[in-house]
């Protein structure tokens, strides 16, 4: 098997579980009782931040960069570009990388920006935390972007 095809398999089972774990995956539409606008933008709100993390955990800086608004940076870097150096490096650079996504909360919704607040456990070789993050999210096009994220509460593992 080769790299990416790897890559890809590391990508596809986490993404499914967390999908699963924060309850995104399809259910049959004669099953399923008819979902509110808010129910129904809280489960693309959930995919959209279980494919952010499966991109991570699979260590694809490329799909994990696209869940960010083109403009998004933090504050802690001077400019986007170093920004997207920095993750590219702390995506590919560690052995491994685990991700497990807890305590999902839509927190508000108005017109197209949402926040959401999530418990964010992460591991690595050599370090692990849990990070109560809230995040905002722009609707651009039909497609949930990250417009804005902060840590609440980090603990060390």
């Not at 170093?82 to 991700?99: G, H, N, S």
Request: aromatic share 10%; net charge negative; hydrophobic share 40%.
């Amino acid at each position: 098997m080769n790299t990416m095809t790897d890559r890809r398999s590391k990508f596809l089972i986490p993404l499914l579980l967390m999908l699963s774990a924060f309850g995104c995956l399809a259910q049959e539409e004669s099953a399923a009782p008819e979902l509110s606008q808010v129910a129904l933008v809280t489960q693309q709100l959930q995919k959209t931040i279980s494919t952010w993390a499966g991109a991570w955990q699979a260590q694809l800086p490329d799909p994990y960069i696209a869940h960010y608004t083109a403009d998004y940076f933090p504050g802690n870097f001077p400019n986007r570009d170093q920004w997207l150096a920095d993750r590219r490096v702390k995506l590919t650079e560690p052995a491994f990388i685990k991700i497990r996504l807890l305590d999902f909360e839509l927190v508000s919704l108005v017109e197209n920006t949402a926040s959401v607040r999530f418990t964010l456990v992460y591991e690595r070789p050599g370090y692990g935390d849990e990070t109560y993050k809230e995040m905002v999210l722009r609707n651009v096009g039909g497609e949930w972007l990250i417009e804005d994220e902060m840590n609440l509460g980090i603990k060390i593992r």
